[in-house]
Each structure stands twice: as structure tokens, then as C-alpha cells.
């Protein structure tokens, strides 16, 4: 079924109206949007974050855009660097590959294990976000068009779990009027030792004249880490090789049909985790082996777009696999005291089909309505073992080797959608915008029938030696099928008193997907007094209240936008973890409430000069909670979530000239993050009791520099990051399984980029 749909979606638009072509100028499609250009005249940035080509100013939610040069010029090359310079986002990275969102104050913590994430994140029409004990790629932000950074929740037109926003990765669609190519390598130095190396390159090549053309890219990045492990004895062992790219082909066979077909690859291979012990040393981590969180995606998209005159079609199908590789060692659960550790073995097979027809434009009405069907399955192998040391010293046998237990599951998940949009404009000063989502969601998971389990851990905590280990096979399973149907809105007001001078009101919803917990009903082993780990976790639902203002003054010499938010979140999905065997499980608790400001503000008061200050102040708290709901989630009332009360950033800039044919620049970006906890404070199952775990990041400030020159075709820039070589907690896992649970900002680099246009 997924193959045909995946042949007859992308064609029903050429197969069903043979007579109408279409144009390229689709303001929605994200595989071959134009980009958010400037227009230096006016200051007008366009963006897509409607899903139709609109003026960010006009736009009435908050979006952040970056472009390529920009992304570049700052050495943005991931999810750090945008959260840095977006206000009201933190991101959560324990180390490379998992990557969480925090906007506008919407987080329980940092990790979220088998919940998802509360910003969706999209390359192009492919949601690769993810729950929080999943690997999430931090892929490569090089020749792309352009990066959107939406705030608040985008329900309508991005379905599930994008709760608190939406990060679109747009990539470039190949040029058929002519060749180019592009080279950038960037080489760095950590600390004294550690070396960072990163190639990209990229090539364009016409193969009809304004018809058909063939782009490639392609990036290698090979990191020296900075964290030393002193379980296995490796200095730096937290190294990242990461090796992909994507190749496209793109036919505009009339000025009215467009299609693409695209291939996209990464494979990102952390030689160990980057987290660390506080107690054990500045960068220091302990782990029997190393911890490796690998994941490599494989993608294929056909994208079709067709103008029907009066509107224009867009069909977008997407076959993805996603295989990851999760070995870590658990041995912190009874500290240090038995070995134990987890290597599992994930395999996501997603297939994602979107058509939507959105109106040409130009009237009163503008509107835009569409159909959405995701599907995955998702194989994981576990593997729980101990060491062949401890069970020949302890005597312990019956096992074939250090695997004390093993078993095999599948989650298999839909999602279907229908949704719309419509604008009407009383006049060009004033229009009103209405937007709906109906979406069905299904989850169930399986347990395999090739399955076993053991008494290794009753054995080896007891102390017990000389004895046979029993094994039991693990019967194959059929989890509870869990449905729902959401409804998602939106409605806003805009007033435009003046071209120079935006206002909007908005209120917008957004919920998450049901959760099942893959060992709903099991007690615990180490301790059968402890709680028995619930079904699972219902959607939760989430309403925003937001006005704005955007401004555009002096031909865009100088640009500010303010928003005001009010956030009530009930039915919280929140994660906890079984005190005596870490055991992860999901669950629902009572309410709560964000609200803030945020802020972005940008000005060039002369020539070469610019400043640009972003920021925002958030108050977010749990305001509702049962007592049974304290008991099992470990929460309390009044409590902060997960975020910081400011966050922002602030850079200068001066561009000046070198020559006739060249120029240059010089820049400097301070940001800074406040403290906040990384998760409840209180034992799940024990609501009177401290987690030994609860603990709150370091409010911090970093500084980076960059100084560059263009030269034409070649570009060269220096930079530093952390100037400082500040070394703040930027996270704490909330789970007490792992040894090393905190991450630290990289220590100081200093680096080159070299840049070549051809």
C-alpha cells in the first residue's frame, strides 16, 4: 500500500488533469521554495512558514529565518547555533545525536525518554524529530535555503508533536540556467589537542537549459573530542565522524510543472558520549566501554509541483529509514557495584505522503487546504548484559555469554490528517486567518516470540556466588492499541496601521501523540515493593494566546518584533523513571502554564555597522497536580519546568573595505542561558523523597568572535568560540543509570573557514 501510494500520490495531479500545467512559483513547497530573500531596499524577508510565500513581517506568529550566508558567516552548522541566536530556545544535548528543543518553556526535562519531542523538526517535508531515548541527527546546515525557526504551536499546519514549534530545514533545488559549485572547509583546534576538521562541497549542473538539472552535496566532518574516559582509557574520547549528502534532480518540463526527486544520506558515528562527572574531574566520564549513540539516515522524496491556474498543487512522498545504534552502560543504577549495560539496535522504516492545494493569490480570500498520512514502524532489539569477568569471578553460569537478557519489539504508528486555512483580507490593512487540523493517530507495540530473561540481577546483587543463572523465554506480546482523534486550531487577527508597522493576535493549539510504555504492567525485579509501570500516556493539549508587533523602518535599516505569549498546557506528557531499576515510563499529569515575551531587534545606523539583540523571559510552572499524579511523576505544584527565565543574544558587526574587489567584516556574538532544573524533584513512586538525580544547569554566558574577508569567488573568516572558555553544565540527564550525567560547552576553538564559489 505504501509503494502505491507513494507512485499514484505524486502523479494523480499529471495522470488526472493532463490539459493544466504549473508553475514553479509555489509559495509552499519547501524542496524548491526560493529563498527567504532580503530585499535590501525595503528590508522585506519572505519566508514560507504558512506554507505559501508570505512577508515575514506579515506572518502572524513568531519565525526566525536564517539564510545560508548568514548561517555560514556565524559557523552555524547545527542545532546550537540556532538556538543561540532564536529567542526563547534552549537545546538539550547530553552529546552528539540527541538533540531536544526547548521553546517558550515547554519541557519537562531535557531527555523526555519515550515521549516526543515538543518541536517538530522538518528537512524539507520529512519530520525526522523523534522521542527523547531515540537518536535525532543534527544534520549539516550547508547549501541550504534556508532555515525557519517557528514559535508556538503549528498543530494546524504541522500536525502532532509540534506542541511548542517547528524548526524547517529547506534545502537548495538544482538551478538548470547554470553550473556552479562550491567548496567550504572549516579546520579547527579544541583546547591543545583536539582537531576539528569539516569538507562540504556542492555542485550544480544544467543538463537542459532551463529545463532539467542535477545538483549534488556532499559533507565529511571528523571532530577530536575533548571529554577523557577514564574507564577505557581514551583521552578525547568523545570523537564525532559524520559522513553524507544529497543529490537532486530537478525537471521543470513547462513554466507550470515541477518535480524533484531527491536522495539524502547521513551517517553520524560519536566514538563515545560527551558527557560527564563533575565529581570525577572537569571533562571526565567513567564507562566500562564506550557509550555510542550512531545513527544513519537514508531518505528518498518525490516532490511534484502543478498550477492549476487558481491555485497550485503540491504532492510531496517520502520513504525514509533510519537505523541506530544505542550501547550504553547502566551500570550508575546500583553504582558501579555489578556490570550492566544496554546495547540496543533500532530500525525506523517511515513513509510520509502530503498533498495540498494552496490558492494563487491576489484576492480577498487566500486559502489553502491538504491531506497527510505518515506511517512507521520501528524494530528495536534489546540486549542487557553483564561481563564475562564478574560471572566467572562470581561463579555465575548458564548463560551462552555476558547477555542476561534479550527480547525483541516493534511499535507500529499512523497518522492521518486532513487540514485548512483560510485568510480573508477586509482590506490591505486588516485580514482575519482561520486554520483547522482534524488528525487520527494509532500506536501499538509487540514483544517477539525469540525472547529471554534471567535472575542474573537478584543474583548479583544478593551477592550470591557459585550458582546457576535461570533463564525464562519472554513470551511474544501483543500491546494495547491506543487511538485518538485530535482536533487542532488556529485564529488570528493582523492590522497593518501602516506599511512600516505589523500587529497580530493569534490563539493556536497543538497536542502530542499517545505513548505506550513497553513494560506497562512489570514490577521490578530489583525491588517488587516499587511501582508497577503504568500503560502509558494519554495525548496532551496545549492552547496559545499570543499578540505581536513586527516593524520594518528606514528601507530595513532597522527591524523589531515583540511577542507576548500565554501558554496553557494540560494533560502533561511527562517521563519518569522507577527509582530501583531506572526503569523509563510515561504518564499524564494535571496542567501547566508558560507565559513571556520575546524579542528580536535589528539596526544599521550607518554604513557597515549593525547591531542585532534577540532575547526572551519566560515564567513557566506546573499549576495543577493531583496527589496521585506527585506520587508517580515525582512533580510538585509550583515548580519550574525545564527552561530558563532569560535567555538571549546580542551581536555587533562591521563590513568594510578591503579593495576595490573586496570586502570583509568583523563580528562578535554574546548569548547567554539562565539556570534551570533538569527534571522533577521528587522519587517517582515516593513523592516525600529527593531525587538523589534533581539538579539544575549553570547559568551561563559564552562569547564568540569571527573576522572574515570576500575575495569574489574565495572567502576566508577566522573565529573563536567561547572566548572565555566557559565550562558551565548546560545539561543534566535526569536518569541515574549513567555515571556521567552533565554536559559542559566545548571548551574554547579557534578555527579557519575557507570558502570557494565556482
Known amino acids: 500500500m505504501k509503494g502505491w501510494l507513494f507512485a499514484s500520490a505524486s502523479a494523480v495531479a499529471v495522470a488526472g488533469l493532463p490539459g493544466v500545467a504549473f508553475a514553479q512559483d509555489t509559495a509552499d513547497q519547501e524542496a524548491s521554495a526560493p529563498a527567504a530573500e532580503e530585499n535590501t531596499d525595503s ?47 534552549v537545546v538539550n544535548k ?51 535555503e534556508r532555515v525557519e525557526f517557528l514559535r508556538g504551536p503549528q498543530g494546524t499546519l504541522f500536525g502532532s508533536n509540534s506542541l511548542a514549534g517547528a524548526v524547517r530545514i529547506l534545502t537548495k533545488s538544482p538551478d538548470a540556467s547554470q553550473f556552479e559549485g562550491k567548496l567550504l572547509v572549516d579546520y579547527g583546534l579544541t583546547g591543545n589537542d583536539s582537531f576539528r576538521k569539516r569538507y562540504n562541497g556542492m555542485i550544480n549542473v544544467p543538463l537542459v537549459e532551463d529545463k532539467l538539472a542535477f545538483r549534488a552535496v556532499g559533507f565529511y566532518r571528523h571532530e577530536d573530542g575533548w571529554v577523557d574516559n577514564i574507564g577505557t582509557g581514551r583521552d578525547n574520547a568523545n570523537t564525532l565522524e559524520s559522513a553524507g549528502g544529497r543529490a537532486m534532480l530537478q525537471w521543470d518540463p513547462t513554466d507550470r510543472l515541477s518535480m524533484r526527486a531527491m536522495v539524502m544520506h547521513e551517517n553520524s558515528k560519536p566514538r563515545d558520549s560527551g558527557l560527564v562527572n563533575p565529581d570525577r574531574g572537569e571533562f571526565v566520564r567513567l564507562s566500562e566501554g564506550p557509550d555510542l549513540f550512531h545513527a544513519k539516515l537514508t531518505s528518498y522524496n518525490f516532490t511534484l509541483d502543478y498550477d492549476l491556474g487558481f491555485a497550485n498543487l503540491t504532492s510531496s512522498s517520502t520513504l525514509s529509514t533510519f537505523d541506530q545504534t544505542f550501547i550504553v552502560d547502566l551500570a550508575g543504577t546500583f553504582a558501579q557495584t555489578i ?93 482575519l486567518t ?34 546457576p543463572i535461570t533463564v525464562v523465554p519472554i513470551a511474544p506480546a501483543e500491546g494495547l492499541k491506543v487511538k485518538a482523534n485530535k482536533v487542532s486550531y488556529k485564529a488570528s487577527a493582523s492590522y497593518k496601521p501602516s506599511e512600516s508597522l505589523t500587529a497580530y493576535a493569534t490563539i493556536a493549539t497543538g497536542f502530542r501523540s499517545p505513548v505506550v510504555n513497553a513494560r506497562a504492567g512489570l514490577g521490578s525485579v530489583a525491588d517488587p515493593t516499587d511501582i508497577i509501570i503504568p500503560d502509558g500516556a494519554d495525548s496532551d493539549s496545549l492552547t496559545n494566546y499570543e499578540v505581536g508587533l513586527k516593524g520594518n523602518w528606514l528601507g530595513g535599516k532597522l527591524t523589531a518584533a515583540v511577542a507576548l505569549y500565554y501558554i496553557d498546557w494540560r494533560d502533561i506528557q511527562v517521563q519518569a523513571n522507577r527509582l530501583s ?66 535567555q538571549g543574544s546580542a551581536t555587533v558587526r562591521y563590513d568594510f573595505a578591503l579593495g576595490a574587489n573586496a570586502d570583509a567584516f568583523v563580528s562578535g556574538n554574546v548569548a547567554h542561558v539562565g539556570k534551570f532544573p533538569g527534571l522533577f524533584p521528587n522519587v517517582a513512586g515516593q513523592p516525600d523523597v529527593i531525587n538523589p538525580t534533581y539538579d539544575f544547569t549553570e547559568a551561563y554566558t559564552v562569547a564568540n568572535f569571527v573576522a572574515g574577508a570576500d575575495l569574489g569567488q574565495v572567502s576566508l573568516t577566522a573565529y573563536v568560540e567561547n572566548v572565555f572558555d ?26 579557519v573557514r575557507l570558502g570557494i564559489d565556482f
Do not use: C
Not at 382 to 404: A, H, K, Q, V
Open 43 to 89: 528590508g522585506v524577508i519572505i519566508v514560507t512558514a504558512t506554507r505559501r510565500e508570505q512577508s515575514l513581517q506579515d506572518v502572524p506568529l513568531s519565525v526566525t529565518a536564517y539564510q545560508q550566508e548568514e548561517l555560514t558567516e556565524k559557523g552555524i552548522v547545527g542545532y546550537e547555533g540556532l538556538a543561540r541566536e532564536t529567542p526563547g530556545v
Open 434 to 467: 482561520g486554520g483547522l487540523r482534524y488528525t487520527t493517530t494509532e500506536v501499538q507495540s509487540f514483544t517477539e516470540d525469540w525472547g529471554y530473561n534471567s535472575n542474573y540481577l537478584a543474583l548479583a546483587l544478593g551477592g550470591v556466588e557459585d550458582v
Open 581 to 646: 531499576d531506572q526503569v523509563q515510563f510515561a504518564t499524564n499529569i494535571g496542567a501547566a502554564v508558560s507565559k513571556g515575551i520575546e524579542f528580536e531587534l535589528a539596526a544599521r545606523p550607518v554604513r557597515g555597522l549593525s547591531f542585532s539583540l534577540n532575547g526572551s523571559f519566560n515564567d513557566s510552572e506546573v499549576t495543577e497536580l493531583t496527589p496521585a499524579e506527585a506520587a508517580m511523576s515525582g512533580a510538585e505544584e509550583g515548580i519550574q519546568l525545564a527552561s530558563p527565565h532569560f
Open 726 to 751: 566557559n565550562n558551565a553544565i548546560t545539561y543534566v540527564h535526569p536518569e541515574a543509570f549513567l555515571d556521567a550525567r552533565y554536559a559542559r560547552l566545548r571548551p574554547r576553538t579557534f578555527g
Open 94 to 144: 547530553p552529546t552528539a545525536n540527541f538533540n531536544n528543543f526547548t521553546a517558550r518553556g515547554i519541557a519537562t526535562n531535557g531527555y523526555g525518554a519515550n515521549l516526543q519531542g515538543t518541536v517538530a523538526i522538518y528537512i524539507d517535508e520529512l519530520p525526522i524529530s523523534a522521542n527523547g531515548n531515540s537518536t535525532i541527527l543534527d544534520p549539516t546546515l550547508f547549501d541550504v
Open 339 to 431: 556490570p550492566f549495560a544496554l546495547d540496543a539496535l533500532a530500525y525506523d522504516d517511515i513513509f510520509v505522503q502530503e498533498v495540498r492545494l494552496a490558492s494563487a493569490g491576489g484576492g480577498r480570500f487566500d486559502w489553502i487546504v491538504g491531506g497527510f498520512f505518515y506511517d512507521k514502524r520501528r524494530d528495536v532489539d534489546y540486549n542487557y548484559r553483564s561481563s564475562i569477568e564478574f560471572l566467572e569471578e562470581r561463579g555465575l553460569t548458564g548463560l551462552d555469554d555476558e547477555y542476561y537478557q534479550r527480547f525483541g519489539g516493534h511499535t507500529n504508528q499512523t497518522e492521518m490528517a486532513g487540514f485548512g486555512e483560510l485568510t480573508y483580507r477586509f482590506s490591505d490593512n486588516f485580514w
